[in-house]
């Protein structure tokens, strides 16, 4: 994937600015640092000068500042590593909060684009990789201050000093743009690997049970290990990269060092400069090739902007957009699909799909498994927004709304809820902020969705912690259910969310949730026909289209209907419990589209 400069720049910038006051006094502590380290030999020659010239009490004046300067350069040093520890730390934090809030914001979309388990990789390898990068930057500037200063303080001492170090300077210069290069290149390539091996991972995970009921662990475990080559691959290149620059830059240096050295010592014999200038130069020369330090600090910086742009392919997905209408006050939640088509996995699933379902009344969708149920109802929540057409509440395009107002006016269950929260009370009252249901309205959700008494034969009951919470799949929908009724708004909408309870506990819940107690207009995607016979309505969604809408009754008389449930013969009976067939839930997240 293409790197761009200007958003990893862009990422790290802003990180930078977030922790504005630290980066400064990291910068400054460097720099500082840097003047100390420029200072030392100078005063070390002028000290050496002094010895040699007998005059003993300024010598020792001379000693005392050098010992000073080494004992600033130490405190110095800790302070850095105390800053940078900590602008890391922050920016890391920061990087992590602003990519994490994009995810969730953004929507399902993108963990199917990226996948789980890269997603995650980013979030925790890449952002901390990034998060170093300020503190990178801060540092390198205050490191490059210091061959800058030192070949400045060379021609103080003698301008021919300086021009012997400079022959060899564009050279060195050359060496680090080759480095940060030939570094960011076999990074990124580490880090994509890296994001494969997760993304894998998290799918096997996922799917252990299948993987255990096969027996394919060896070759599941082989699967996920696959991109291993390529990433030893990019690791021993980013070494070699990194081996190759340091080699050359301890060839180079030690012959620039030498010349700087020579020179001095031929001015010394024609009395332009003193032993103690010598000393001097000796040290600045070391000083100005110290691109040792500057090797590992470009590759440091190389690796974190490699990190900030797998960051910034994250936020270049675009954010869900909003708008600020409101909705009528009073209106009875009518749901309307004008002309929807969406596509997914290169095909159109819906093909300008036109659909109403009156406020306060129940639609079921109907259709073979892939005719794209679930679809529809995820871009009737808004989870989705279709490619062409509009889907409006009230009369309201959804897309207008702010999302507060979509968030409280439609509520929605799936058929693997997630159970986020720390409590069972928690993950029931799950809301907007400001907008969490009391605990009695808690209670009443969970009666109506049969999930009260089980929850209060949990050893905490309600304050039960989720982890230990022990739940099977149909317990996870009551949950799911009861928190969808206590969330309350005029649009409930039921993805395959009736799909694990057991016939009786299915028609104690739709008698109330479709009853006329219920004033919220429902949309319900149904495998079974019991569902489907106690809706209001039944949409049977069939090629892309709505084929028909009718009651259960009316569109039961339609042999290609009832095929739908597998039931074929005379339409005599409709909506007969255990006529429904119903298709196997796949072990994926919760509204993945
Ligand atoms: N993220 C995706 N990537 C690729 N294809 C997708 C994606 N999401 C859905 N699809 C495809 O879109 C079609 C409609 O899916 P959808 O889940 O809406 O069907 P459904 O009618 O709810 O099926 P089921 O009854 O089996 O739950 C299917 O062919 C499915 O494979």
Known sequence: ??????????????????????CAALGLVGVLAT??????PAALGRALDL???????????????????????????????????????????????????????????????????????????????????????AALAAALAGPVGAVAALAVLDPWLAAVFLTGAPLLALLLRALARDTSAAAAGYQRAQGRIADALAEAIDGARTIRAAGTADRDTARVLRPLPELSQAGRRMWRVQGRAAAQAVTVAPLLHLGVVAVAGLLLTRHRLSPGDVLAASRY???????????????????SRAAAARLGEVLAEPARAYGDRRLPPDGPGRLELRGVSARRGGRTVLDGLDLVVPGGTTLALVGRSGAGKSLLAALAGRLADPDAGEVLLDGVPLTALPRSVLRAEIAQAFDRPALLGATVEDTLALSAPGRAPSPARVREAARTARADDFVRRLPDGYATLCADAPHSGGEAQRLGLARAFAHGGRLLILDDALSSLDTITERQVTDVVFGPATAATRLVTAHRATTAARADRVAWLDGGRVRAVGTHRELWRLPEYRAVFGAGGEPTADARPGNGARSTGGEGPEGGR
Do not use: I, K
Request: net charge positive.
């Open 35 to 40: 003047g100390a380290g420029l200072l030392l």
């Open 51 to 137: 010895l040699l010239a007998h005059a003993h009490a300024p010598a020792t004046r001379w000693v005392l500042v050098c010992a000073a300067l080494m004992l600033l350069l130490t405190v110095l040093d800790a302070c850095e590593t105390v800053l940078g520890g900590t602008l890391d730390a922050r920016s890391t934090a920061f990087l992590r909060r602003r990519v994490t809030g994009h995810v969730l914001a953004a929507g399902p979309r993108v963990a199917v684009r990226f996948g789980a388990g890269d997603l995650v990789a980013r979030l925790v390898g890449n952002a901390a990789q990034a998060g170093t990068g300020p503190g990178a930057r």
């Open 1 to 22: 994937m293409p790197t761009d400069r200007t958003t990893d720049d862009g990422l790290l910038g802003a990180a930078a600015r977030h922790s504005g006051s630290r």
């Open 285 to 303: 020369a070391v000083l100005a090739t110290g691109v040792g330090v500057l090797v590992g600090q470009l590759s440091g910086l190389a690796r």
